[in-house]
């Protein structure tokens, strides 16, 4: 201890002093140092550890909160409804008013995959018009529109006929026993595949008998 606070050597006493107190100014360093670095860590590790307000998935009072998962969106397999399909509706363009009408409906698949085509009589329909008029319609009777439902790979097609017996339909399967006059009638049919609907058109003239 007294040579501690009484430094001997063949050196000046002050030079002894300046390097006792450089020591002790070094040692004070690395401590404060070390002091700091700890205080840094700690700081750090307390602001991960507390979540912030407002984070999702924490709760207010800090505790994570219950995180509810959305259902998976299914994703449909297999031939969808033919959406893309068109329709074509061919028939006698001339005929006289005793004749018969034997309509062709062309059901094509323009889609570039596999559809089903479910035909019924509430996805298709045939209505003959002249003006405003509504002369005949398989909405009227179910028996006179097909049913059938088949795959259609792309540019594939399936026929169906409609037979028009050339009078007026009415409720219940009825027809009309008034003959038609001559003149330009319009037959439009009409197809629902899903929540796309396509048409097809066919204009013909009625002569006299």
Same mark, same amino acid.
């Given at each position: 201890?007294?040579?501690?606070?009484?430094?001997?050597?063949?050196?000046?006493?002050?030079?002894?002093?300046?390097?006792?107190?450089?020591? &002790?100014?070094?040692?004070?360093? &690395?401590?404060?140092?070390?002091?700091?670095?700890?205080?840094?860590?700690?700081?750090?590790?307390?602001?991960?550890?507390?979540?912030?307000?407002?984070?999702?998935?924490?709760?207010?009072?800090?505790?994570?909160?219950?995180?509810?998962?959305?259902?998976?969106?299914?994703?449909?397999?297999?031939?969808?409804?033919?959406?893309?399909?068109?329709?074509?509706?061919?028939?006698?363009?001339?005929?006289?008013?005793?004749?018969?009408?034997?309509?062709?409906?062309?059901?094509?698949?323009?889609?570039?995959? *596999?559809?089903? &085509?479910?035909?019924?009589?509430?996805?298709?329909?045939?209505?003959?018009?002249?003006?405003? *008029?509504?002369?005949?319609?398989?909405?009227?009777?179910?028996?006179?529109?097909?049913?059938?439902?088949?795959?259609?790979?792309?540019?594939?097609?399936?026929?169906?006929?409609? *037979?028009?017996?050339?009078?007026?339909?009415?409720?219940?399967?009825?027809?009309?026993?008034?003959?038609?006059?001559?003149?330009?009638?319009?037959?439009?049919?009409?197809?629902?595949?899903?929540?796309?609907?396509?048409?097809?058109?066919?204009?013909?003239? &009625?002569?006299?008998?």
């Amino acid at each position: 201890m007294g040579t501690l606070l009484h430094p001997v050597g063949p050196r000046a006493r002050g030079v002894y002093w300046l390097r006792r107190i450089v020591v &002790l100014i070094i040692v004070v360093a &690395l401590v404060a140092a070390v002091w700091w670095v700890v205080g840094l860590i700690r700081g750090a590790s307390a602001q991960q550890g507390v979540p912030a307000q407002g984070t999702p998935g924490a709760s207010a009072a800090g505790t994570p909160a219950v995180v509810v998962a959305s259902a998976p969106v299914e994703t449909p397999t297999g031939p969808q409804p033919c959406t893309s399909a068109t329709v074509n509706l061919v028939g006698y363009q001339t005929l006289k008013v005793t004749a018969k009408q034997v309509f062709v409906v062309t059901i094509t698949n323009s889609g570039v995959a *596999d559809c089903v &085509l479910t035909v019924t009589p509430s996805t298709l329909s045939l209505t003959v018009t002249s003006g405003s *008029d509504r002369i005949w319609t398989t909405s009227q009777c179910a028996k006179w529109a097909p049913t059938k439902t088949v795959t259609l790979t792309p540019g594939k097609s399936q026929e169906f006929t409609i *037979d028009w017996p050339l009078t007026r339909s009415t409720a219940n399967c009825g027809t009309s026993a008034v003959a038609l006059k001559p003149g330009t009638y319009v037959a439009t049919a009409s197809l629902t595949q899903g929540s796309a609907s396509m048409t097809g058109r066919q204009v013909m003239t &009625l002569t006299k008998a």
